[in-house]
């Protein structure tokens, strides 16, 4: 990441706004943002690959539900965050991940400009690449501040989106299991 070009740019923006990036309150800005830049935007430069790499055989396979996963990111249209819950399961075909893996893989892509179907559809697909089960199912609950604090100003809507690979994408009993399992 070129955090010169990050600091150069916030002042540029600054004046742009008509702001001034001399007064106090300003001075250290371009700086914090440039290193804020390096945390949100950190997924850039990471592959999920090495966090799924890391296996483990499995004798069953029950489907793993890994709900709630709180994540953060920036909608690449305004450079506003959205952020809420991302759910995931998987029908396993003889081998897991350890569970802080999903995790870790929401915020491989969460921590990028990103749009939410997006975000769903690469999580979906790097557990079908990476674990090739026998099904992978994702679904994303989301608050976009381009909605709230702009526009069309409606706090507290939320946009689902979802993904479905291999039996969640065949089998709509599978679907139904999944949605009942959210609930639980
Ligand atoms: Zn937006």
Redesign the pocket.
């Known amino acids: 990441m070129d955090t010169n070009k990050i600091r150069e740019a916030v002042r540029l923006f600054l004046e742009g706004i008509g702001e001034d990036p001399q007064r106090e309150g300003l001075l250290e800005t371009p700086d914090r943002v440039a290193r804020m830049c390096e945390e949100i935007y950190g997924g850039l430069g990471n592959d999920a690959a090495e966090h799924l790499s890391k296996q483990f055989t499995v004798g069953n396979n029950e489907m793993v539900l890994e709900k709630d996963i709180t994540f953060y990111s920036t ?6 965050p ?1 952020y809420g819950k991302a759910h995931i399961a998987y029908i396993p075909d003889g081998r897991v991940v350890g569970l802080s893996k999903l995790a870790r893989t929401v915020e491989v892509y969460a921590r990028r400009p990103q ?1 939410q179907e997006q975000l769903t559809v690469q999580i979906a697909d790097a557990l079908d690449k990476f674990i090739s089960p026998r099904g992978v199912m994702v679904m994303i609950e989301a608050e ?4 709230t604090m702009r ?1 069309v100003k409606k706090p507290g809507s939320k946009t689902v989106t979802f993904a479905a690979r291999g039996c969640f994408a065949e089998d709509h009993e599978k679907q139904k299991m999944f949605m009942e399992m959210l609930k639980a």
């Open positions: 909608c690449e249209h305004h450079l506003l959205f749009i976009h501040m381009c909605m526009g």
